[in-house]
C-alpha cells in the first residue's frame, strides 16, 4: 500500500508540475510516524516540495515533528497543521484555548516550521469571524519576529528512523 500510495503521489505532482510549472506540492505526509496502516511512507518527501503534515499531540509532540520535518523536508519551510478545534478535526463546535494555539504556533516555528491552523467551517459552509480574530492574535506575535526567522537547524543527536521497521501493535 506505501509503494502505490507513493506511485501515486509521484504521478499526481508530475501531472501538476506539467500543467502548472512552479506551482508547489505537497502531500499530507502526516502518516509518515503512524506506522504502516496509514500507507504513509517516507517516498512522500519525494513526492513534495515541501513537507506538510496534521498532528494533533501535545507540545512536546509538535516540537518533534517540528524538528524532523524541518530536518526533511526538500524546500523551506516544513508546514505542520493542527486544528483549531477540540477534540480533533471532527468536531467543528468547540474550539482550543487560545493559549494553546499560541503554543503550538510558537513550538512549531521555533524549530523553522511554518505552523498552520485548520478551521471546522459550519455544516453549512460558513465560518465564524471571532475564529479568525482569534487567528490573527494568535500569529501577531510571530508576525512581529518574522525578520530574524529563518536559517538552517543544527543538531548534536541524531536520531534513526527506519521506514522499512515501523510496525503496530
Excluded at 5 to 10: E, H, I, L
Excluded at 45 to 62: E, K, N
Excluded at 114 to 132: H, K
Excluded at 142 to 152: D, P, S, V, Y
Aim: with cysteine.
Amino acid at each position: 500500500r506505501e509503494r502505490w500510495n507513493a506511485q501515486y503521489q509521484a504521478e499526481v505532482t508530475a501531472l501538476v508540475k506539467r500543467l502548472r510549472p512552479g506551482l508547489p506540492v505537497t502531500h499530507n505526509a502526516g502518516g509518515i510516524l503512524h506506522g504502516w496502516p496509514l500507507a504513509v511512507g517516507l517516498d512522500t518527501i519525494t513526492a513534495s516540495d515541501f513537507l506538510s503534515g496534521d498532528f494533533y499531540g501535545d507540545l512536546s509532540d509538535q516540537r518533534t515533528v517540528g524538528k524532523l520535518f524541518s530536518a526533511c523536508t526538500p524546500g523551506r519551510p516544513a508546514e505542520i497543521m493542527t486544528t483549531r478545534c477540540l477534540p480533533g478535526p471532527q468536531e467543528h463546535v468547540q474550539t482550543k484555548a487560545e493559549d494553546a494555539l499560541a503554543r503550538h504556533a510558537a513550538a512549531v516555528v521555533a524549530c523553522g516550521a511554518a505552523a498552520s491552523i485548520i478551521d471546522g467551517i459550519n455544516p453549512d459552509g460558513t465560518l465564524e469571524p471571532a475564529v479568525y480574530e482569534m487567528f490573527g492574535r494568535v500569529y501577531a506575535p510571530i508576525a512581529a519576529l518574522e525578520e530574524h526567522l529563518g536559517g538552517e537547524p543544527l543538531a548534536d543527536v541524531g536520531l534513526y528512523f527506519s521506514d522499512d521497521s515501523k510496525i503496530s501493535f
